[in-house]
C-alpha cells in the first residue's frame, strides 16, 4: 500500500452519547459527521482543547465504541462485525497514562507475550525471544534487564515504551496515539517522539497523535487536523496549518503556545490579538443540536449567519482546507 492511499478512515461518523438520572433523555452531541484519512507512513495531529471529541474519534476508528452514525473503513472497505477480531489486532492504541494502561500485578515477559499469543502465531518456544526482540525495538536494552520487571519497578518513559512495544506485538499497520508525551517528564518527551518517529520510518506504521500541544504537532506531525466541538474546522500540511492558520480557532490555539520559529506576523495571522482569551472562556455546548458554526458562540467575527448556516469547506492548497464563513 503507497502512501497516498488511505489504510483507515472516518467516513462521516458522529456519536452521540446518552445521559442518564436527572438528564435522562439529553444526548452529548460528541462528533458530527467527522472525515478523517491516515495513510500509511503518515503521522497526522489531532489537535483541540479538552473535551472536542479527539479520544472518541481514536476509541471509534479502534472499534472500542461504535459509531451512532457513519461508518469506520480499513484499506477502503467496511470494517463487518466478523472483521473486528483481525481490527484490534491491526489498530492499536497506545494510552495517555503509563502508570495505569499496564497492569502492575504482572511482569514485562506476561505483558508483551499475551498479544504474541493473541495475535499472532509465534510458537511458545518462540515467546522469550520475541519478546527480547520487542524490547530492543522501544530502545530497552540490554533486554533481559527488563523482562522479568513489574511495571512498578520502572520509570514513566520506561512505562510508555513498554506500553508501545505492547501494541507492536500485534503487528499493526496504525498506531493511534492518545496524547502519548503528556503525563511524561518534558526531558523525555521527546525521546518517545523520537521512537515513534523512527518506528513509522522503518515500519511504514500509519500514526495519529493526539495532544492538546499545537507546537509538538508542528515537530513530529506531516498533517494537522484541528477539532471542536466534535467538529473537524480545519485541515492541511503542518506548516501551513501551523505559519498561515485559516479558522479563528487555529489561531486561537497557536496564539496561546509559545513556538519561537513562528512568525509575529504572518498573512491571515494579523487578528490574533482579537481573540481574547477571556472572551472565549466559555466552553461549547454539547448537549444541544449542532447548527451553523460550532465555534460561532466565541468567534470575534461571527456574524448572523454563523449561528445559523453551517460553513462550506473552503480549500486553499492541495490538502489545506478550512470551514469558516470568513471566506467565500
Known amino acids: 500500500m503507497s502512501s497516498t492511499e488511505a489504510i483507515l478512515e472516518a467516513v462521516a461518523v458522529t456519536k452521540r452519547i446518552p445521559l442518564h438520572g436527572r438528564d435522562r433523555g439529553r444526548v452529548v452531541h460528541a462528533l458530527n459527521g467527522v472525515d478523517l484519512t491516515l495513510r500509511r507512513g503518515q503521522i497526522l495531529a489531532l489537535v483541540g482543547e479538552s473535551g472536542s471529541g479527539k479520544s472518541t474519534l481514536a476509541r471509534l476508528l479502534a472499534l472500542g ?17 466478523a472483521d ?6 491491526r489498530v492499536q492504541m497506545v494510552l495517555q497514562d503509563p502508570f495505569s494502561s499496564l497492569n502492575n500485578l504482572h511482569r514485562v515477559r506476561y505483558i508483551l507475550s499475551r498479544p504474541l499469543r493473541n495475535f499472532g502465531r509465534t510458537p511458545a518456544a518462540d515467546l522469550e525471544r520475541r519478546v ?3 524490547l530492543e525495538r522501544v530502545n530497552l536494552t540490554p533486554a533481559d534487564d527488563f523482562i522479568d520487571k513489574y511495571p512498578h519497578e520502572l520509570s514513566g518513559g520506561q512505562r510508555q515504551r513498554i506500553a508501545i512495544a505492547r501494541a507492536l506485538a500485534a503487528e499493526p499497520a496504525v498506531l493511534l ?8 517528564d518534558v526531558s523525555i518527551r521527546l525521546d518517545i517522539l523520537n521512537l515513534l518517529a523512527e518506528l513509522r520510518n522503518r ?3 500509519a500514526m495519529l497523535y493526539i495532544t492538546h500541544d499545537i507546537a509538538s504537532a508542528r515537530y513530529f506531525a506531516d498533517e494537522i ?18 505559519q498561515d492558520p485559516k479558522h479563528p480557532y487555529t489561531k486561537l490555539l497557536l496564539a496561546a503556545s509559545p513556538d ?25 455546548n454539547l448537549l444541544a443540536e449542532p447548527t451553523g458554526c460550532p465555534f460561532a458562540h466565541r468567534c470575534p467575527h461571527a456574524t448572523p449567519t454563523c449561528s445559523t448556516e453551517a460553513p462550506p469547506t473552503h480549500t486553499f492548497t492541495t490538502g489545506h482546507w478550512t470551514r469558516c464563513w470568513l471566506y467565500p
Not at 496515539?177 to 511524561?184: C, I, N
Not at 519561537?260 to 504572518?266: E, I, N, Q, V, Y
Request: overall charge negative; charged content about 30%.
Open 84 to 89: 473486528r477480531r483481525a481490527h484490534f489486532g
Open 132 to 134: 527480547l526482540d520487542l
Open 177 to 184: 496515539g492518545d496524547e502519548p508525551v503528556s503525563m511524561l
Open 203 to 205: 515500519d511504514g506504521l
Open 65 to 81: 465504541d461504535l459509531p451512532t452514525g457513519g461508518e469506520i473503513r480499513f484499506a477502503g472497505k467496511p470494517i463487518r462485525r
Open 260 to 284: 519561537p520559529d513562528r512568525p509575529t506576523a504572518s498573512s491571515g495571522s494579523d487578528d490574533l490579538d482579537d481573540l481574547d482569551e477571556e472572551d472565549l472562556a466559555e466552553p461549547p
Open 225 to 242: 487536523s484541528v477539532m471542536y466541538a466534535g467538529h473537524i474546522v480545519e485541515t492541511g500540511p503542518v506548516e501551513q496549518v501551523t
